[in-house]
């Protein structure tokens, strides 16, 4: 079983940029696709970035497109998150999760979620 720790969230004005980091435990990643996810208070969880087993293939929603980037060590069993020219509708709790697969085949395949990071963006 894989535990996951979310980190480097925080508070950052407009414009800014945050680095996500998310240390997996109990058995490598190295094999399977990751993936962060973002929930905003009185939404449901979406998904916002993920990529494959290798770190070739990474996929992204719309509306981080250009302005996130996702990657991942393998030998740290580390998955990050980029995220620069922050908006406030990025703020939101940040998850990470693993999948069953080495590439991503859907949303539903993801995870061993942690406890999350909070991302507040201040306008």
């Known amino acids: 079983q894989v535990q996951l720790v979310e980190s480097g969230g925080g508070l950052v004005q407009a414009g800014g940029s945050l680095r996500l980091s998310c240390v997996a435990s109990?058995?490598?990643?190295?094999?399977?696709?990751m993936a962060w996810f973002r929930q905003a208070p009185g939404k449901e969880r979406e998904f916002v970035s993920a990529?494959?087993?290798?770190?070739?293939?990474?996929y992204y929603t719309n509306s981080v497109k250009g302005r996130f980037a996702i990657s991942r060590d393998n030998a740290k069993n580390t998955v990050y998150l980029q995220m620069d020219s922050l908006k406030p509708e990025d703020t939101a709790i940040y998850y990470c999760g693993v999948s069953t697969l080495r590439e991503p085949a859907g949303y539903g395949d993801f995870g061993g979620w942690g406890q999350g990071t909070q991302v507040t963006v201040s306008s």
């Open positions: 109990g058995r490598s990643i190295g094999n399977y696709a």
């Open positions: 990529i494959d087993y290798s770190g070739d293939l990474k």
